[in-house]
């Protein structure tokens, strides 16, 4: 169920081309909202504003915002407002952009024959947070242009993503394509196997990440999580004769043992979903952790179905430092939990 409330804009305390972060108050309790003005145009200070408060009310997040449904100033953007592929369709929320592959995009004819990746590197990742140190790496090691391929499994508007701003803005990321419903890359795309196309064909890049937007859903059960599909996109790389290269979720700080060594999400997605072979990075660890991850891989017999490579990955703090990343994933940073980015620092040996 949705919960709706209004209130009087008191401030904006950040703004660039696609949000506003507002103090709205509501009935005297001055809180957070985001306004994506590419949909809802820009809001001004003393505004009444409509927001969909159901995230917080129900304690689950979303960066501990509301966000801003109607205003009573509404006016129609300009960025969606060509294109006939609907993001959000059949809600109240639908609207059209330009996607391309179809018939009126620039693009159309690159999907109108047999493509292929030509062996172009694809890094497979789970979280949103693993995008940042496995950017680094790859431009570390010398990829000189890099796109990031947002999935629709999580957040929607890339706009959202202060890592992808930061990034870009190092120049550690040159293009975005999203991908479904996820919307406000460079390039929109209908799918996964076209998304992979736009990387290689239209940008042009050296590689690709993908990987889903800001948060993840998580139901404590062995499928149910937002992320299964990352065996599929194994398969649609591998499909594409792209390389597909999988980056694990690894912990030992995560209080949840479903998610300590390798996380059961990458074991699931490795063991369930992907029918085709990846290269598996893993990061060379303590002898007490290699242990417990080793004995995950056998138990899961996953050792004969994807290529693993234990590579050192101790060079990621000095990277992170190199660029003034400072990452973190669950609230945890390189120090509280390194083996989950050492993972990203195995990436330097592909």
């Known amino acids: 169920m949705m919960t709706l409330e209004y209130g009087i804009v008191a401030d904006i305390t950040q703004e660039d081309d696609t ?12 809180e957070k909202a985001i306004n994506y003005k590419d949909i809802y145009g820009r809001i001004e200070i003393g505004q009444k504003v409509y927001l969909n408060t159901t995230a917080v009310r129900l304690k689950l997040g979303s960066g501990g915002f509301h966000f801003v449904l109607w205003h009573d100033a509404m006016h129609v953007g300009g960025i969606h407002d060509s294109g006939h592929i609907i993001r959000l369709p059949y809600t109240p929320w639908q609207f059209g952009c330009l996607s391309v592959e179809e018939d009126d995009s620039a693009y159309h004819s690159a999907f109108t024959r047999e493509c292929t990746l030509d062996d172009m590197p694809v890094i497979i990742c789970e979280l949103h947070s693993m995008l940042a140190p496995a950017a680094a790496v790859l431009k570390y ?74 948060g993840i859903i998580g139901t404590g059960t062995m499928y149910g999580f937002s992320t299964l599909e990352q065996g599929h996109y194994i398969d649609d790389v591998n499909a594409l004769r792209g390389r597909a290269i999988f980056m694990p979720r690894i912990s030992f700080a995560d209080p949840r043992s479903r998610h300590i060594g390798i996380s059961h999400h990458s074991l699931t997605a490795l063991s369930l979903t992907a029918h085709t072979q990846a290269e598996v990075y893993m990061p060379i660890l303590p002898k007490e952790q290699m242990r417990i991850v080793i004995s995950q891989i056998e138990s899961s017999n996953l050792f004969n179905r994807h290529r693993w490579r234990f590579r050192d990955g101790n060079c990621i703090g000095a990277i992170m430092d190199r660029y003034g990343l400072h990452v973190t994933t669950m609230g945890r940073s390189y120090n509280d939990d390194p083996a989950f980015f050492k993972a990203a620092g195995a990436l330097k040996n592909i």
């Open 19 to 30: 949000i506003q972060i507002l103090h709205v108050d509501l009935n005297g309790s001055v």
């Open 141 to 214: 090691i010398g990829f000189d242009t890099l796109a990031y391929i947002m999935t629709d499994r999580a957040c929607l508007p890339i706009a959202f993503s202060d890592t992808v701003k930061e990034l870009r803005h190092k120049g550690l990321l040159d293009y975005t394509i999203t991908v479904g419903n996820a919307f406000g890359g460079d390039y929109e795309a209908v799918n996964l196997y076209t998304a992979l196309i736009t990387a290689h064909s239209i940008a042009g890049v050296d590689a690709a990440i993908v990987a889903i937007g800001p």
